[in-house]
């Protein structure tokens, strides 16, 4: 009986192993409802999807929880910085109120990551202290609009992804915990815009798209009038359409209480009375009157 060749030996054992690895789970719950990791490569485990007590936890789930942990371990210093050093009252007032809301994003963003088992960084990436760095190197309105710049663009970058993020996730926690960090970043992105120093360099690049229609020739501003005011033959109200009458007209005290399609009191006055002043028409310029006899 001959011996197996030492060849055949070793591809049986190879596709021994590639079977087992293929049986293999890619990720398992724990006893408290979080993911253990699947035991792989590095690489392997950073795309696997695991199961929890939630649904399932992609890979762009547990992106987005780091994210939100980053992003606050450089926006709150900077924050609180500009609420000290900043030359306008605006760029103080709603940086260090950014600040105070990623002081509570950062807390529901640790409770999230302990529930599933997400392990979170410490320290601001090498770029991050870069942009503190130079932000505290500026001063008067260069500091203002540097620190504006820097976190408009990175609140306008993390924007798209929450987005995904809550349009795609089979995790109910993930999925609540995404619309909440919409919400704050959708107000900070108002709060930056609010400081006067927003211009379109700091914005991110569009996204690309393929099925947009060709680009039209813009309105014209003057093309957009108003219509005359609608009087009626009697010398009625502008915009009603009713006229106060021949008796009406005459009498300063005659006034008609008429309720609006919506509910509401309205009260119409006569236009002979001499406590109701003329007004001018957005349109024509000229005394309402004036023009209820010009447009008939």
């Known amino acids: 009986m001959r011996e197996p060749r030492p060849v055949v030996a070793a591809v049986c054992g190879l596709a021994a192993a590639l079977l087992l690895g293929a049986c293999a789970p890619m990720g398992r719950q724990a006893a408290d409802g979080g993911a253990v990791a699947p035991q792989a490569g590095a690489a392997d485990a950073a795309q696997a999807t695991v199961d929890t007590a939630w649904g399932p936890l ?3 789930d547990r992106e987005l929880i780091v994210k939100v942990r980053q992003a606050g371990l450089w926006e709150i210093p900077v924050g609180r910085e500009a609420e000290r050093r900043a ?3 605006a760029t103080r007032r709603n940086l260090g109120e950014i600040a105070r809301q990623h002081v509570r994003l950062d807390a529901l963003d640790r409770a999230i990551a302990a529930k599933l088992n997400v392990p979170l960084p410490n320290q601001p990436t090498p770029d991050q202290q870069s942009w503190m760095s130079e932000i505290t190197g500026k001063s008067g309105n260069d500091y203002d609009r540097t620190a504006v710049a820097r976190l408009r663009m990175a609140h306008g970058q993390i924007y798209p992804a929450i987005g995904a993020v809550r349009g795609s996730t089979r995790n109910t926690l993930v999925r ?3 619309e909440q960090c919409e919400t704050f970043v959708r107000t900070h992105m108002r709060l930056l815009e609010g400081t006067g120093f927003v211009t379109g360099d700091m914005l991110p690049d569009p996204p690309q798209s393929t099925g947009a229609p060709p680009a039209g020739s813009p309105a014209s501003r003057t093309a957009r009038r ?3 005011p609608r009087c009626s033959a009697a010398g009625g109200r502008p915009g009603t359409g009713r ?3 021949p008796a009406q007209a005459g009498n ?3 006034s008609a209480s008429r309720v609006a399609p919506s509910g509401e009191s309205r009260t119409t006055r006569a236009w002979g009375s001499p406590r109701v002043s003329p007004r001018l028409t957005m349109a024509t310029g000229m005394p309402c009157r004036a023009a209820c006899r010009t447009n008939r």
């Open 226 to 228: 108003r219509p005359p």
């Open 252 to 254: 300063p005290s005659t």
């Open 87 to 89: 030359t306008r009252a």
């Open 58 to 60: 992609g890979p762009a």
């Open 176 to 178: 609540d915990f995404s």
């Open 243 to 245: 006229g106060t009458g």
